[in-house]
């Protein structure tokens, strides 16, 4: 999928989370295999704070005059805002239910992790991209690019 030069740092970053996640997805119940997947869901995402930082502020923020107006940049908005609370609010419970008890991840939460990180991955690709690259001003594109990591830009990106 063809991406605005200043969204491609950030589509870049969806890569590894994609592959992490579909693989996470088709977890075996094995302890082993449990914990691997778990492992790599959460560093994955822990590594994406500044990413969605990002989508939480700056797009968010350049998106919001449009949410009265235009159903789509409502709904676009709310799902972002819903998934990434979803993200955090399965990755706090299995946190507080292994703390008091050390209460093993179950493969159920793996793959529920996997499915919903994926289904993210997705929705920002295939909607909130897009939306984005149809509001946002070139200012407001380039506002992205610049919050946007140096270690996910690469040179031949002419910006």
């Known amino acids: 999928m063809k991406r605005t030069n200043q ?3 950030l589509s870049r970053q969806h890569h ?3 592959n992490l ?4 997805k088709e977890c075996a119940d094995d302890p082993k295999e449990v914990a691997k997947h778990w492992h790599n869901l959460t560093a994955y995402i822990n590594d994406m704070q500044y990413h969605f930082q990002i989508e939480d502020t700056l797009i968010a ?3 919001e005059p449009y949410r009265a107006t235009q159903p789509k940049v409502a709904s676009v908005l709310e799902t972002l805002d819903g998934q990434h609370k979803q993200l955090y609010q399965l990755l706090d419970a299995v946190e507080a239910a292994q703390k008091p008890n050390g209460k093993d991840i179950t493969v159920a ?3 529920e992790l996997g499915s919903l990180l994926y289904d993210h991955i997705r929705f920002e690709e295939r909607e909130l991209y897009p939306t984005v690259e149809k509001y946002l ?10 919050a946007s990591p140096d270690s996910i830009k690469r040179p ?4």
Do not use: F, I
């Open 109 to 111: 939460q793996v793959k």
């Open 16 to 18: 590894l989370g994609l």
């Open 61 to 63: 923020k350049a998106l």
């Open 137 to 146: 001003t070139e200012a407001e594109l380039n506002a992205v690019y610049e």
């Open 21 to 24: 996640s579909r693989h996470a």
């Open 156 to 159: 031949d990106e002419n910006r």
């Open 7 to 9: 969204l491609q740092p």
